[in-house]
């Protein structure tokens, strides 16, 4: 059964806004720490942003804060990642991706980074483009 799925990917100018959605049908979402992680080609999967179990905590990369903003709706079971100030830098493939480790996930990602290897449910990612 799937069980994370991306979308909202899509081409944009620079300085545009998108707004990614990750819904997860086949998860208790309430139980997951939620994170969104992004690659290019021939280049390690980086963290981007990730969201305590309530939406309380939430934790950024350097590169994406002040303009990405990670949110849930439990009641959906969906996590967003809001995109505003786009930059062509930006252009990567967008993953989604789920653990049930607990909040302290998020804690140790404000002193160690936001670590992919640490998250065990993946989503097979939605492609942003940012064109100059």
């Known amino acids: 059964q799937v069980q994370v799925v991306e979308s909202g990917g899509d081409l944009v100018q620079a300085g545009g806004s998108l707004r990614l959605s990750c819904t997860t049908p086949?998860?208790?979402?309430?139980?997951?720490?939620m994170g969104w992680f992004r690659q290019a080609p021939g280049q390690e999967r980086e963290g981007v942003a990730c969201?305590?179990?309530?939406?309380?905590?939430?934790n950024y990369a350097e590169s994406v804060k002040g303009r990405f903003t990670i949110s849930r709706d439990n009641t959906k079971k969906t996590v967003y990642l809001q995109m505003n100030s786009l930059k062509t830098e930006d252009t990567e493939m967008y993953y989604c991706?789920?653990?049930?480790?607990?909040?302290?996930?998020?804690?140790?990602?404000?002193?160690?980074?936001?670590?992919?290897?640490?998250?065990?449910?993946w989503g097979q990612g939605t492609q942003v483009t940012v064109s100059s």
């Open positions: 086949g998860l208790t979402f309430d139980d997951y720490v």
């Open positions: 991706a789920a653990d049930s480790s607990g909040d302290v996930l998020v804690q140790t990602s404000k002193l160690l980074g936001i670590d992919p290897g640490l998250f065990s449910i």
């Open positions: 969201i305590s179990r309530s939406g309380g905590n939430m």
